[in-house]
């Protein structure tokens, strides 16, 4: 059983910092893609930033130069550092990962996702 279990988040005011933190646990052999999803009211899921094994990141747009996502392959988590916030950051984060797992000899790939962390900026 794989779980990933998300820290952090909360009410900031617009301009300052928050840090998210996700910790995944469980029967894995490797974590091939991890990061961040959010969604805001009405809006559909969208990727944040994400690093994959090896250490290549990607980033929205929106948060290029405000936003650092990083890996811990030793601890199995994610964490997404956000500077500069602002009120169009407001949304639910999600950690997600690609985990590869041998089953019965088989190896797999799933991907996973956290429960969700609420992440609010007031202007």
């Known amino acids: 059983q794989v779980q990933l279990v998300e820290s952090g988040g909360g009410l900031v005011q617009a301009g300052r910092s928050l840090k998210l933190g996700c910790a995944v646990s469980?029967?894995?052999?490797?974590?091939?893609?991890i990061g961040w999803y959010r969604q805001a009211p009405g809006k559909q899921r969208e990727l944040v930033a994400s690093v994959l094994y090896g250490g290549t990141t990607q980033y929205a747009d929106s948060v290029k130069g405000r936003f650092t996502v990083s890996r811990d392959d030793v601890k199995n988590t994610v964490s997404l550092q956000m500077n500069d916030l602002k009120p169009e950051d407001t949304a639910v984060y999600y950690c997600?990962?690609?985990?590869?797992?041998?089953?019965?000899?088989?190896?797999?790939?799933?991907?996973?996702w956290g429960q969700g962390t609420q992440v609010t900026v007031s202007s």
């Open positions: 469980g029967s894995i052999f490797r974590i091939h893609d």
């Open positions: 997600f990962a690609d985990i590869g797992r041998y089953v019965d000899s088989d190896y797999r790939r799933l991907d996973y």
